[in-house]
Structure formats: C-alpha cells, structure tokens
C-alpha cells in the first residue's frame, strides 16, 4: 500500500522514515509568556507517535513581543527559554519522530506587538507598522541566527525559517509590502536581500545543520508576490543552501477572501503550487494543504509534485491517520471538515484550538488541561 508515501529519504544527510511530516501548526497551546506548557508537550507527544517522520514545530518568535503573533506564541529569542525547548525536542524524538522548529518574526502582523515593524509602514487591519531601519534590519539578521542556534543546542534535528503566511521574511519578498526606496526594497534582488541574509547567518550560526524554509509561492492577491518571482526565489534560496521548501499560498489578507476560501476547501489545494517550485530547484519540496487521502498524498509523490507530504489540521484532527493509512483502514479516519473553520477562529481569538470532530471526551480533557496551562 502505497510504497512511495512509506518509502524512507534524506533531508542533508537526516534520515526520515518515511513522507509523511506534520506541518507547522499554532495552536494556542503554549504557556502564557511563550514557554512550553505541559499542554504543549501533550499535543506534540500525539503528534510525534503518529508515525509521520518528522513534525515541524509552531513558530516560535525570534524577538518578543515585536515579532510575536501573541502571548502563546512560543519563545525561542532568549537562553532563558532553552530548557523548556529541549524538553520539546526530547518529546518528539522519544516518539521516533525527527524534530525541526520554524522560527518567525511576525513584522505587520504581530498582533501582540505594542508597536509592529515591517520594511514599509503600511497601513494593516488599522494599525500602522513602523517601517524598519537598516540598523535594525542588521539586528534581525542575529535575532534569526541566534535563535536557530537555540534550535540546535536545544536538540532539534532541523530549523525551519518561516517565509510564509505573510509574515516578515515574506513582507520584504513581497512587491505589495516592500515599498522601501534603498537596495532592500525595488527590484526583487532588493526584496530578497534581507531574506538572504538571514540564511547566511542562520547557516553561518548552526554550521552542518539542515536548514528549511516555508515558502509563500503565491500571495493569492491581484498586487502580490507570484509564482514569475517567487520561482526565480525559490532557485536563489536553493542556490544559498536551503534544504527543503516547504510550500505553502496566501496571506492574512488573502486567506478570507470568498474566492481563496472556496479554493482552500478543495483537497490538495496547493500542490500545484508545490509542483511548479518543484520544477525549478533540486532540493526537496514539501506539499501541504488538504491532503486527506493516502491516495493523493501517494500520486502527489508518484508524479513528482512534491517529495515531501505536510499534514497540519489532516493530523491534528485525527493523529491516527498514518496508520490507518499505512494498514488499508482509511475509512476510519476522522477527517478536517472542509467547511469548518473553527480552529482559525479560536485560535485568532487568542483561545486554545480544538477540532470540532474530536470525540467529546477529547474535548474535555483539552479543556481541563489548558485551565492548567
Ligand atoms: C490554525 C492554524 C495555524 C497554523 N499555524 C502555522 C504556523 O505556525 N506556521 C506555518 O508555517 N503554517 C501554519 N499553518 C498552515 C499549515 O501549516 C498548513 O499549511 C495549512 O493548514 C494546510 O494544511 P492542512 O490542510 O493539513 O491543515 C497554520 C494553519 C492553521 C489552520
């Protein structure tokens, strides 16, 4: 039963026993204060038993509050929070699951920032970033490397740089948001710039340690980034030594349009996408979106759209979905309703998630634990 999704790769050299990953996913689990709760240990322990290869942590913010989405959002900018990261990393590994961390600064959308930064001041959900300095775009740069230092040191196989869902590394990307007049705005050789100095830094900072990044191939709007650019992207990003892309569309301001939700309900909705970033690099690419079935996720790889599969909510709604998979019994699975959009909402509320095709008792115990948290 589908030999290509069970067969094992390499990512730089580390090992996964299969293509099957868990794509980052911000759930609203973490301490308040961004430390690593029991909670969090919990989910990502099921998570890591599932028997995908690999799960990519949540990001993780590289400076905090600045670039933090909120007050869960996990901490990974100071020493302070290190053993609670190894303690995750441990979790995961103890599981027989490889374990990478996506780290972030969250620039016009740190909605728990007292002052969001971004390389424009552009007006966003009536706030008004303040645009970056060239000094403080310097300082950024050692924020990321820093922070992937702890990544490593804390006992993680990978560090995942998040480019995408509209987030800082993508701003600067992005014709849309990066309105600047020096050489890190203009020409997309300006606008990747900064984004490429950030991968020199991080690898410079963690040295022979695989370095991943989730990619925004298309912002889905009419004055955004697209595949013409953010394919010739994708090569410089290959070129600087990325390991893996990890593909994903849309942003905050594109994710609720009428048109991008209907697509968003299709499964496999951005595999294109992966195909097409896939055709233009030599490193391994990662699929996410929707992908329900172990039979779409097998053609994904059999016709080369991807080498890599991300489940995030296809997991999380049901962590036993590799092994029904992987034994013929896919009619058990509990599947992500397409027309629900429950766990979003929560989590954007700054509540913790929860699926709403969890057994109740699930759901119970999720709420009692996070009454703790
Ligand atoms: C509630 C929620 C939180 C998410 N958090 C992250 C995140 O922290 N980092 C990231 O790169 N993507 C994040 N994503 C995007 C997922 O990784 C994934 O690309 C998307 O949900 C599609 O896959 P799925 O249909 O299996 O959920 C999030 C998505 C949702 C719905």
Not at 134 to 141: G, H, K, S, V
Not at 146 to 161: I, T
Not at 180 to 185: F, N, Q, S, T
Not at 238 to 244: L, R
Request: net charge neutral; glycine share 8%.
């Amino acid at each position: 039963m589908y030999p290509h999704l069970f067969s094992p790769c390499r990512i730089n050299g580390v090992e996964l026993q299969n293509r099957l990953t868990m794509a980052p996913l911000y759930l609203g689990y973490a301490a308040e204060g961004g430390g690593v709760s029991a909670l969090l240990l919990d989910h990502y322990r099921l998570m890591a038993r599932s028997g995908v290869a690999l799960v990519v942590v949540e990001n993780a913010t590289i400076d905090h509050p600045t670039g933090s989405g909120s007050n869960r959002t996990l901490r990974v900018d100071s020493d302070d929070y290190l053993e609670g990261l190894a303690t995750l990393a441990g979790t995961i590994k103890q599981e027989g699951a490889r374990a990478c961390m996506q780290i972030n600064h969250a620039g016009r959308f740190a909605g728990f920032a007292p002052q969001p930064v971004a390389p424009s001041a552009i007006e966003t959900f009536g706030r008004m970033p303040r645009a970056l300095s060239r000094d403080e775009i310097q300082e950024l740069a050692y924020k990321y490397s820093n922070a992937a230092r702890r990544v490593k040191q804390a006992g993680f196989d990978m560090v995942e740089l998040h480019g995408g869902t509209g987030y800082l590394l993508a701003q600067f990307v992005s014709p849309r948001t990066n309105r600047r007049d020096d050489d890190y705005g203009g020409t997309l050789e300006n606008r990747q710039k900064f984004p490429l100095e950030v991968v020199a830094q991080v690898k410079a900072a963690v040295g022979d340690f695989p370095v991943g990044y989730r990619f925004l191939a298309d912002e889905w709007l009419p004055d955004g980034l697209h595949l013409t650019e953010s394919g010739r992207y994708a090569q410089a990003l290959a070129a600087a030594g990325i390991s893996y892309l990890s593909v994903m569309g849309g942003t905050y301001e594109s994710f609720f349009l009428p048109e991008i939700m209907e697509k968003s309900r299709k499964e496999g909705y951005m595999a294109d996408l992966a195909a097409a970033v896939k055709r233009r690099v030599n490193v391994p690419v990662i699929a996410a979106g929707r992908i329900a079935s172990g039979a779409l996720a097998e053609e994904i790889l059999v016709q080369e759209k991807a080498d890599l599969i991300g489940l995030a909510r296809v997991l999380w709604a049901d962590p036993d979905w590799p092994q029904k998979v992987k034994a013929g019994r896919e009619s058990e699975i509990i599947h992500c309703d397409q027309d629900c959009d429950t766990c979003t909402q929560l989590v954007m509320r700054g509540k913790p998630a929860f699926c709403v095709r969890w057994p109740v008792e699930k759901m119970r115990s999720l709420k009692a634990k996070f009454s703790q948290a």
